[in-house]
Each structure stands twice: as C-alpha cells, then as structure tokens.
C-alpha cells in the first residue's frame, strides 16, 4: 500500500491528478490480488496438507509459509516419535510370554496380542470393541470384574476343552482403561500335582518299613524272655525292611543328583564288552539259577559316558527282568552296534506289561502291581532312573510288551556315543 502510494505521487507531475488515481487503483487491485492468490493457496494446503507442498512465495507471505513450514516439520517429528513409540509398544506387547488385552472403560476390548488370541480365543480382526464377559464366558470371571477387586489374580479354565488352566489378572493404567493379563499355569500345576504326589510317595514307602520296624522292636520289648528263633525271624524281617529303605533313600540320592546335573554325562570311555560280562554275572548272581540268562553281543564298539550312570541303568533293566519273569522263564542280553548307533537290550519271557502302562513306567513311584512290586523289593525309582540317565546320554527307551508273552527294554544310542574299540598291544 505504501509504495503503490509513492508511486502515484511520482507519477502525479506527468499524467495529472486522475493518471495518478488510476494508478493507485490499479496497484492497489494487483496488491489485492496477490493477497487473495496466496489466501487460496493457504486455503487448499490447509485441506490437502503435506511437508513437501508447502506454498513458496515471497514478501510478507514468505514469512508466512516458512513459519508454517516449521510448525509442520515439528509437528512430523513429533508424530514420527509418537508413531515409533507406539509401534514399540506394540511390538513388546507382541513379544510377551503372557496374554495382553487392552480394555476401555466399558471392559470393550481395544486391542490384544497373539498370546491373549489363543488361550483365550479371541479374534483380533472381529472382536474389537466387543465386552470381554461376551468373550470369556465363565461365572468366576465375571464376577471378578463386577467385584472390582484386582490384587489378586483369578484361576480360570480355558481352551476348547477346558485344557489350560490360566492365571489372569486386570491392571488398570490410566484413568479408564485396564490391562488384562493371563499367564498360563498349567505346567506348573502339573509340576505341583506331581510334586505332591512325590512327596505322599515318599511318605508312604517310608512309612510301611518304619512301621513294620517299629511293631518289630515294640514286640521284642514286650518279651520278657524271648525265643532266640523268634528273635532271629524278627531281627531278619527287621533287616529287609531296613534294606528295603536303604534302597529307597539311595535311589532318591541317585535320582535328585542326576535331575540337578541333567544337561551332559561325563566323557569317559566304557568299555562295552567287560560291562556286558559284568551284567552277566549280576544277573546270574541276582536269579540264583531260576532263570536262563544268555548274552548276545554283535558290535565290538565302546560307548562314551559316565560308565557307573550306565552300569545303574542298565542294572535297573536286568533286575526288573528277574523280578518279575517266573522261574524257568528266560532272560535275554543283547548289544548291536553299527554307524546308525547302539542299542542295549533287555528281553524276558517274563509276565507281561499291559498297553495302557507303558508310557507311564518311567513316573516315579508307578507301578503296575503295587503289591507284587513290594514283594519283589522294588522301589517305584528305577525306571525313572534309567529315563534320566539316558537322557543325560540322548539315548531313548524302548518299551516292548504283551502281557502272558514278556517284555523287550530297548536302549538306543546316536553314532556320536560310539567310539571304535582301542587296539590291542
């Protein structure tokens, strides 16, 4: 406006007083103009909006359009932050072991990751903005969120049948909105069923030969003037039954150093055909000649491990074998080795194991016969034994068996626990 003013007044001297005006106008319309081109621009960048189309110009709308450059540009950057930590957000909810369902204030699901999706079947693309009591259908759980009380978490069954036992937990984190969290358990109730169990085993096998014991000696206490024979014939049943404890404690020793030592065996040497000769006199010593006990050894390869771990296991097998094969029954010994691997066996023509025990006999303390299992001596351990030195050679078990025909215990080793038999000198 200014210099459209000065202009006229230059002008004034030559073209007169209206030339002048006429000027003015004229400057003062471009002027206009001008403003109201940049307006319309400013007004279709408002509605279309982007860092790189900002208007460029000069003058006053310059400074403008710069300005509003920056503020764009640090408005980018700071959505570009908020984006990222959103992202890392989402990524680390993703990633967790646990289940995560974002809850609004209405308990409507916003968002959950994978884990939640699968334990408790939840469609991420369909449940969106649905309640979760729709969703997880269980008295407990829904009482649990009316209650409002959430210090504790809730044991909850889920799955399609029933199959996960999850510990869920709401967490609220702001105002309105609330984290559900659910941690599968069910392994761990498995762990502490089972340890339970253990413990009431334990209990109990050393209960029985305590109490018997115990009659024992509050017998022998009553006596005034007891029978040297009797004294004998309870002094012996007193001993059996301390043996028997012997074993028990031993094998739970046996058993609790190898659980804590359970990733290698040691690395030596085990000369294979003097540990089949050993296993033949044990076994021979262990049926006393009620049995036909024979040894088939077809590899001269050696095996690298603990040689004493091994010697147990394999011992534990042979035993079973005499206990529980009648008398005149056979008992069959064998080691095969090739470049696939090694493999132990242990076969009888003993009574027999049914199909539904099989894949439970290496559980401690199971048994198929609990009273004939005492009888024979056994301690419930043995066999879970052998599966955790095995485990310690990456060896597996065999099982084999039909009741009335006997049973085959098959051991089998990689090729990388066999090495060739040394030289001889």
């Known amino acids: 406006m200014l210099v459209a003013?000065?202009?006229?007044?230059?002008?004034?001297?030559?073209?007169?007083?209206?030339?002048?005006?006429?000027?003015?106008?004229?400057?003062?319309?471009?002027?206009?103009?001008?403003?109201?081109?940049?307006?319309?621009?400013?007004?279709?960048?408002?509605?279309?909006?982007?860092?790189?189309?900002?208007?460029?110009?000069?003058?006053?709308?310059?400074?403008?359009?710069?300005?509003?450059?920056?503020?764009?540009?640090?408005?980018?950057r700071s959505q570009?932050?908020?984006?990222?930590?959103?992202?890392?957000?989402?990524?680390?909810?993703?990633?967790?072991?646990?289940?995560?369902?974002?809850?609004?204030?209405?308990?409507?699901?916003?968002?959950?990751?994978?884990?939640?999706?699968?334990?408790?079947?939840?469609?991420?693309?369909?449940?969106?903005?649905?309640?979760?009591?729709?969703?997880?259908?269980?008295?407990?759980?829904?009482?649990?969120?009316?209650?409002?009380?959430?210090?504790?978490?809730?044991?909850?069954?889920?799955?399609?049948?029933?199959?996960?036992?999850?510990?869920?937990?709401?967490?609220?984190?702001?105002?309105?909105?609330?984290?559900?969290?659910?941690?599968?358990?069910t392994q761990l109730e498995?762990?502490?069923?089972?340890?339970?169990?253990?413990?009431?085993?334990?209990?109990?096998?050393?209960?029985?030969?305590?109490?018997?014991?115990?009659?024992?000696?509050?017998?022998?206490?009553?006596?005034?003037?007891?029978?040297?024979?009797?004294?004998?014939?309870?002094?012996?049943?007193?001993?059996?039954?301390?043996?028997?404890?012997?074993?028990?404690?031993?094998?739970l020793l046996t058993l609790s150093?190898?659980?804590?030592?359970a990733h290698s065996a040691p690395e030596e040497r085990i000369n294979m055909p003097a540990l089949l000769q050993s296993l033949l006199v044990e076994a021979q010593g262990l049926s006393q000649g009620r049995h036909q006990i024979e040894l088939a050894a077809t590899g001269d390869s050696w095996l690298v491990g603990s040689a004493d771990e091994l010697h147990s296991a394999f011992g534990n097998l042979i035993s079973n074998a005499v206990r529980y094969t009648p008398e005149g029954g056979m008992i069959r010994l064998a080691w095969a080795s090739d470049r696939n691997g090694g493999l132990f066996s242990v076969t009888d023509s003993g009574i027999g194991i049914e199909a539904r025990h099989i894949s439970r006999l290496t559980e401690r303390f199971y048994r198929v016969d609990r009273g004939r299992s005492r009888e024979t001596g056994g301690t419930g351990l043995g066999l879970a034994i052998v599966k955790h030195v095995l485990a310690r050679h990456q060896a597996t078990l065999e099982i084999s068996s039909e009741p009335g025909r006997g049973s085959r215990f098959a051991v089998r080793f990689p090729a990388q626990r066999l090495i060739s038999a040394p030289l001889a000198v």
């Open 5 to 76: 003013g000065l202009l006229s007044l230059v002008m004034w001297p030559f073209f007169g007083p209206v030339g002048a005006l006429v000027l003015f106008c004229l400057l003062l319309f471009g002027i206009l103009g001008f403003h109201l081109r940049q307006i319309a621009r400013l007004v279709y960048w408002v509605q279309h909006p982007s860092l790189d189309t900002v208007p460029e110009t000069f003058g006053s709308w310059e400074l403008v359009f710069n300005h509003l450059y920056q503020m764009v540009r640090e408005q980018t």
């Open 257 to 261: 150093r190898l659980e804590s030592n």
């Open 80 to 185: 570009q932050k908020l984006t990222n930590a959103l992202d890392r957000f989402v990524s680390a909810g993703e990633a967790m072991p646990d289940g995560v369902v974002v809850l609004n204030e209405k308990n409507r699901i916003e968002w959950c990751n994978p884990v939640a999706m699968r334990q408790l079947n939840l469609d991420r693309r369909k449940d969106i903005g649905q309640q979760i009591s729709y969703l997880v259908r269980s008295p407990d759980f829904g009482e649990y969120l009316q209650r409002q009380d959430f210090s504790q978490p809730l044991s909850l069954r889920a799955g399609r049948n029933q199959e996960l036992l999850l510990s869920v937990q709401l967490v609220p984190f702001d105002v309105s909105r609330k984290l559900l969290i659910s941690r599968d358990v």
């Open 190 to 251: 498995r762990v502490q069923t089972v340890l339970r169990d253990f413990v009431a085993n334990v209990s109990h096998e050393l209960r029985t030969p305590l109490t018997v014991v115990g009659g024992f000696l509050e017998t022998l206490l009553d006596l005034e003037d007891p029978d040297p024979a009797a004294l004998r014939r309870y002094m012996q049943m007193m001993q059996a039954q301390t043996e028997r404890m012997k074993r028990l404690v031993e094998d």
